[in-house]
């Protein structure tokens, strides 16, 4: 981060408000901002600090305020991009900096639509969930948002700094499209083409959400593992196998990436040998085939040489039969 944006963001968390009705408003206390380096820390990434820049010096040219709020009279966003986690090495690292150095980057909120006094988040979950752990107001920028504008924030300010998993980011499409957004505006909040937005639905409306829950963001697992993934979830039994996995014991001591590499390997593997499900005899009681399904997969194995001649002459009068039957369909 260049110089002149790190004093524009001393400025902005510098000097702050306590929430408060405007009709009681007075000159903001004057709060001395923490070491660049805690600030550094705290955001953790070149990206993230590029990004936190930029939103500071646009909230500074349209003459947003940065208040102090009680972080319990903030809700999280109507629609939640990140999947929780056991263990957030990152959210402690944050956690320690808030504590040593206090909040470097403020979050934004809009007004509750219903609950006066109270403010929905649109991105800085994070931040606002390590203030309330430590007992501390959080710094916000109080922006009026429609819920359009509040979704492409929050997608926007994570897109910057790929700080979503691919898994999140097709939950957080899929979140999207079952609260009624078209997919120009899901492919915009996430800051990509309609292609790869298609993939990101196509996973996650194939995966059952317990499932994607259960096994987390699994930071390293890219598109085409999770696409690979929602094919053997798709065939026949992928779905019991993979609840199969999660109820396993031992599942729930792995991190997220251990709990898709053994989900991946019980969709893998094969079940047991498909046995008859019908077995063709005369009235005699004479074997003539017996008969089995697996799927898509109809399999006959003839046990009476007459039979195999007798089908053999039937197939073509079969297959016209079949056409004439599902013609127009």
Known sequence: MSPKGRDILKSMVGSVEPARPEAQSAPPPHRPSGAVKAMNLSLGRLGEEA???KALRESLASGDRVLEIDPGAVEMSFIRDRIPVDRDPEFERLKQSMQESGQQ??????????????????????????????????????????DEELILAQ???????????????????RRMDEHGFNRDMIAQA?????????RLLQVAQTIDPEIILAIGP????GRPRWLAFAEKFRETGGQKKAQAAIRAGGFQA???????????KTLEEEGAPQRAEQTLRTQEGKTLASVSRSGKTFRIAVKSAAFSEFLARRLVGLAAEFEEENEGK
């Open 51 to 53: 990004a936190a820049a």
């Open 155 to 173: 997608g926007q300010e994570n897109g910057p700094r790929v700080d979503l998993s691919f898994i999140e980011r097709a939950l957080f499409a």
């Open 105 to 146: 980057v403020p979050i934004l909120v809009r007004p509750d639509p219903v609950k006066p006094g109270h403010y929905e988040a649109a991105y800085g979950h994070r931040r606002l969930r390590a203030a309330a752990e430590i007992g501390i107001p959080i710094k916000a920028v109080v922006r009026k948002l429609t």
């Open 218 to 221: 699994a930071p390293k697992v």
């Open 190 to 198: 996430l800051a990509t083409d309609k292609p790869e937005t298609s």
């Open 254 to 264: 792995l991190e997220t990436n251990g709990r898709f590499d053994a989900v991946w």
